[in-house]
């Protein structure tokens, strides 16, 4: 498995941004497809968007697609969110994690490892 930390959350106002970052140790991130989920309380977590090993290919929500961005550096073992023009209804808990197949990856039992998750309050 592998041990994935995130971090970079905060409450912003309506328009603005945040790059969330996901630290990965253990089985090197570079052996991993990354991705991100967010989930708010009474919803099931859902999928925004995730990475290949060598960060050639990338996958994202509908919902966020042209605000948010995805990326890697395998160097640092480390994901990256960078969120943009950021909507109230972004506010969730934000949380990366590691898979090992570049495959059904908007579902959640794809992935064997997860972080702690890191709260995004976007404000009105």
């Known amino acids: 498995q592998v041990q994935l930390v995130e971090s970079g959350g905060g409450l912003v106002q309506a328009g603005g941004s945040l790059r969330l970052s996901c630290a990965a140790s253990?089985?090197?991130?570079?052996?991993?497809?990354m991705g991100w989920f967010r989930q708010v309380p009474g919803k099931e977590r859902e999928f925004v968007a995730a990475?290949?090993?060598?960060?050639?290919?990338?996958k994202v929500a509908d919902s966020v697609k042209g605000r948010f961005t995805i990326s890697r550096d395998n160097s640092r073992n480390t994901v990256f969110l960078q969120m943009n023009s950021l909507k109230p209804e972004d506010t969730a808990v934000y949380y990366c994690?590691?898979?090992?197949?570049?495959?059904?990856?908007?579902?959640?039992?794809?992935?064997?490892?997860w972080g702690q998750g890191t709260q995004v309050t976007v404000s009105s």
């Open positions: 994690a590691a898979a090992q197949r570049w495959w059904q990856l908007t579902i959640i039992q794809t992935y064997d490892s």
């Open positions: 253990g089985r090197t991130a570079g052996t991993s497809v």
């Open positions: 990475i290949s090993q060598n960060g050639f290919s990338t």
